[in-house]
């Protein structure tokens, strides 16, 4: 006797209108949507039914056994819904809650471009401003997730995505988001800044990749590129961009250990100072900081360079009488900085008591992606030598090769604090703490409160204050060297120039310079630096 009691197995299809595959309060049903019954569950169709007007289906008077319920998909909609598991028929036992989502996706117009500058040639670290847009060409108000992502050869920057309407983001360099709701025929245009990478050769396409969701559907998708012109660099491998700062290297950014100018004797006490844009395409825009190393305020000027040009001043004719230290940031036209990796520098300074030395500017490099938002409405903007916006600074310097006063050599230590509001003042040195060696192996610690921007001392019996005084320390014949670094965490440069009145008569005695050697970094430096359009 069969005492199996026959099931019915029913359901929906609704209007998934969301596209999220739940259904929601409001999503209607879908009339005329087939539905097939596979008896067994083997891919073989064993009967099929017609959704109602209220998007309802069901097949009744079924027996024992395993049931696939599938639907047909109507043209142009998309399943939302994962497809239902096999149904094993329990006597009895009916199936309700069978649905199906259905999706159908709306007109959409989505555009992109890369908004390359007709004049000036597009290469790594350049700008490449980006547009696109999202254009609702259906009938009805839709509900929609735009998403850009460049490729890694691209770089967009964080907070320079701006909209007319809805919410846009630059989440990070590899995505930018825009989301809102976008009533029928309206258009959403969707602006932000990106940047090419970092290292990336001439003749790259830099792409950006856009989609439009609804949900989890994607609705619609654009691509947009530009190549990489500008002419190649030299032969050889370009160091890292994150890589420290360095006098033996190009960057976006330079320091100039030490500047100098009698305002009555400019011939026996000056600087002359050059910077070079060895970039082959673009011009370069150089806003200079002369921050004077005992008031610690910062006078400026801007010099403009086409490419391969290189400008050289006196301090004397900038700002006469005064010494200090010198900051060059490359910027644009609206004087914001820019990634612009390709400027060196050198000076050669002189004083009055008989030193000189010709030092290479140090470098530091701006990585691509990094740099903050800013444009001609800001008052000014931060220089973040953090590894993300610019790289490393020293904390820790050391001045090796120090030579005996007993021999009558006289060695000025300079040592700069990096950071400030150059609105107002530069941040001054607060105690450091440092080890002198002898060339016996042996070693004294000192400590120092400088309270300047700009330290300047001899190194003498007072200076730095040992036991044994530095020329018992190291008497004549002898050397040594030392390292120092502040007890809190900042960043600091220098330079040491000795002078030595016998180099014209004795064979071991010499004179010049260099600029300190950097032991380790720190992330914490930064300059707050005024804004305003150059002259050039």
Sequence with gaps: MNLFAPITISGQIFNDLDGDGVKDAGEPGVQGVTINLDAGADGTVDATTTTDVNGNYSFTN???GAYRIREVTPAGS??????PADIVAQSGVNVPGVDFGDFTP???????????????????GGAAPVRATVTNDSADSQTLLFTATPDPTLRALPGTCSVNTGTCSVVNASTV????TLSAGQTVTINYQAQVADGVATGTQVCVNSIATVGAIVVGGVKACATVNCQAPNPGVLPQ?????????TGSVL????????????????????VTNVEQSRPAIVHLFFIDGSSCTAADSYICLTPNQTATFLASDFDPGTTGYILAVAVDSKGCPVNFNHLIGDEYVKFESGRLANLGAEAVTAIAGGLPFCDESSPSTLLSFDGVSYSQLPRVLALDNILSKGDGNNMLLILNRIGGDLGSNAATLTPLFGVFYNDTETGVSFTFNPGVCQFRSSVTNNFPRITPRFET????????????????DQAILGAALNF???????????NQGHNLRKLTLTNTASYQIPIFPPNC
């Excluded at 709306?106 to 000036?120: E, H, K, M, R, W």
């Excluded at 320091?255 to 050059?274: E, H, K, L």
Aim: aromatic letters at 8%; proline letters at 9%; a positive charge.
């Design 78 to 83: 998309v399943q939302t819904t994962a497809n």
């Design 473 to 488: 320390f190291v008497p004549a014949g002898r050397s040594g060297w030392l390292k120092l670094y502040s007890t809190s």
């Design 62 to 64: 079924l027996g024992p």
């Design 241 to 249: 961009a994150d890589s420290p700062v360095s006098d033996q290297r």
């Design 177 to 180: 988001t825009w989301n809102g």
């Design 255 to 274: 320091i100039y250990n030490i500047y100098t100018s009698s305002a009555t004797s400019p011939g026996a006490q000056d600087t002359r100072v050059s």
């Design 106 to 124: 709306p007109a959409l117009t989505l555009t992109s471009v890369i908004i390359a500058d007709p004049v000036v040639c597009l290469g790594p």
């Design 500 to 510: 030595n009145p016998k180099t014209a008569s004795a064979a071991g005695a010499f």
